[in-house]
């Protein structure tokens, strides 16, 4: 399927269509005080084989989080397009600008991507580029993978995101694309899943998508870049891109969920964090996760901070020193079967 790409303001000029391996960049025009006549660059690569699907693959779409970004890089050069079936395409920094910012969010509007689907085509730039992934691009696949991590501000266990559609149409090719990424925990998104995400464009958009959680604290992790690495390409074979690569490596998955609000950690003052536990730690109701010293007044007992429930702490903050409510910790409950 050929994709409408002159419904973007974002011009492509990478041929998306016919067989090979290709790189480019998108030219995400927006005329402000740094770049007032010229363009933002936004990587892009293609690899298009035989008959078969065509899958979407993406990273960076927070630019603090640098371990799928790597990973899509390396797959790409690593792949043969003669032992590719269908088409794969590349956005490895979808938000580049924010990427080269080392930050979270676009120094060009301070927006966070991951909240301004479903985007605005003659919008700020990470509208434009919501705008471009979810009406041009997600129409024209069978699949999506987007690729996250805890960036700077926090570490995640590594873990695959499948989201439970309302009508449940999707959640099976949804699950099984989990399953197959190999992750240690499934990550089963609900009714608490935002709506702004690329999560919620896929499943308005019909795609089967995972997202992932690879580690963060702003920088790679070895072991966790290399359960990415094998993950990417097990999903490969179980979309039918490339031959099958077996599961024997990897252990059967938590599958867990936020099942309340609450079971997201705010940190209650301003102060010194000693955290006992780390994400990936199974902790129990009422646990002691944290302690929380008074900067201004030492002599203050440090404050508790105590698992809400019991579960996977599946991700962890990453600052020594808080604000009052920065986050803490994730705390997910296991569904049952
Ligand atoms: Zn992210």
Same mark, same amino acid.
């Given at each position: 399927?050929?994709?409408?790409?002159?419904?973007?303001?974002?011009?492509?000029?990478?041929?998306?269509?016919?067989?090979?391996?290709?790189?480019?960049?998108?030219?995400?025009?927006?005329?402000?005080?740094?770049?007032?006549?010229?363009?933002?660059?936004?990587?892009?690569?293609?690899?298009?084989?035989?008959?078969?699907?065509?899958?979407?693959?993406?990273?960076?779409?927070?630019?603090?989080?640098?371990?799928?970004?790597?990973?899509?890089?390396?797959?790409?050069?690593?792949?043969?397009?003669?032992?590719?079936?269908?088409?794969?395409?590349?956005?490895?920094?979808?938000?580049?600008?924010?990427?080269?910012?080392?930050?979270?969010?676009?120094?060009?509007?301070?927006?966070?991507?991951?909240?301004?689907?479903?985007?605005?085509?003659?919008?700020?730039?990470?509208?434009? @580029? /919501? =705008? +471009?992934?979810?009406?041009?691009? *997600? !129409?024209?696949? &069978?699949? $999506?993978?987007?690729?996250?991590?805890?960036?700077?501000?926090?570490?995640?266990?590594?873990?695959?995101?499948?989201?439970?559609?309302?009508?449940?149409?999707?959640?099976?090719?949804?699950?099984?694309?989990?399953?197959?990424?190999?992750?240690?925990?499934?990550?089963?998104?609900?009714?608490?899943?935002?709506?702004?995400?690329?999560?919620?464009?896929?499943?308005?958009?019909?795609?089967?998508?995972?997202?992932?959680?690879?580690?963060?604290?702003?920088?790679?992790?070895?072991?966790?870049?290399?359960?990415?690495?094998?993950?990417?390409?097990?999903? @490969? /074979? =179980? +979309?039918?891109?490339?031959?099958? *690569? !077996?599961?024997? &490596?990897? $252990?059967?998955?938590?599958?867990?969920?936020?099942?309340?609000?609450?079971?997201?950690?705010?940190?209650?003052?301003?102060?010194?964090?000693?955290?006992?536990?780390?994400?990936?730690?199974?902790?129990?109701?009422?646990?002691?996760?944290?302690?929380?010293?008074?900067?201004?007044?030492?002599?203050?007992?440090?404050?508790?901070?105590?698992?809400?429930?019991?579960?996977?702490?599946?991700?962890?903050?990453?600052?020594?020193?808080?604000?009052?409510?920065?986050?803490?910790?994730?705390?997910?409950?296991?569904?049952?079967?």
């Amino acid at each position: 399927m050929s994709f409408e790409l002159a419904r973007s303001r974002i011009r492509c000029p990478l041929d998306l269509e016919s067989p090979g391996k290709r790189s480019g960049n998108l030219a995400l025009k927006y005329s402000d005080n740094a770049n007032p006549l010229g363009v933002y660059p936004v990587p892009i690569m293609a690899i298009v084989g035989g008959p078969g699907p065509t899958t979407l693959l993406v990273a960076g779409v927070h630019g603090d989080e640098f371990e799928g970004p790597v990973a899509l890089i390396e797959l790409f050069q690593q792949l043969d397009p003669a032992r590719v079936r269908g088409r794969l395409l590349f956005l490895p920094a979808l938000n580049a600008p924010a990427v080269r910012a080392s930050s979270r969010v676009s120094p060009l509007d301070g927006a966070n991507l991951n909240r301004a689907f479903p985007g605005d085509r003659d919008g700020p730039p990470t509208a434009m @580029l /919501a =705008h +471009l992934v979810e009406s041009v691009l *997600m !129409p024209g696949c &069978d699949a $999506v993978i987007d690729l996250h991590a805890g960036g700077k501000a926090s570490f995640f266990t590594p873990c695959a995101l499948a989201a439970r559609t309302a009508d449940g149409a999707l959640s099976p090719a949804n699950m099984a694309l989990a399953e197959a990424f190999g992750a240690p925990a499934i990550w089963v998104l609900g009714r608490h899943n935002d709506d702004r995400s690329v999560n919620a464009a896929a499943t308005r958009q019909n795609v089967p998508m995972i997202a992932a959680e690879l580690g963060g604290n702003g920088a790679i992790t070895p072991d966790i870049l290399a359960l990415a690495r094998r993950g990417l390409r097990r999903c @490969l /074979a =179980h +979309l039918g891109h490339l031959d099958g *690569m !077996p599961l024997a &490596d990897c $252990v059967s998955p938590r599958v867990v969920e936020i099942a309340d609000a609450g079971h997201s950690l705010h940190a209650p003052g301003q102060g010194l964090l000693e955290p006992l536990v780390v994400a990936g730690d199974m902790v129990r109701e009422g646990q002691l996760l944290a302690r929380l010293y008074a900067l201004d007044d030492p002599a203050r007992p440090p404050v508790g901070i105590h698992a809400p429930t019991t579960g996977l702490v599946l991700a962890a903050g990453a600052r020594g020193h808080v604000e009052h409510g920065d986050f803490l910790a994730l705390v997910a409950t296991e569904l049952a079967g």
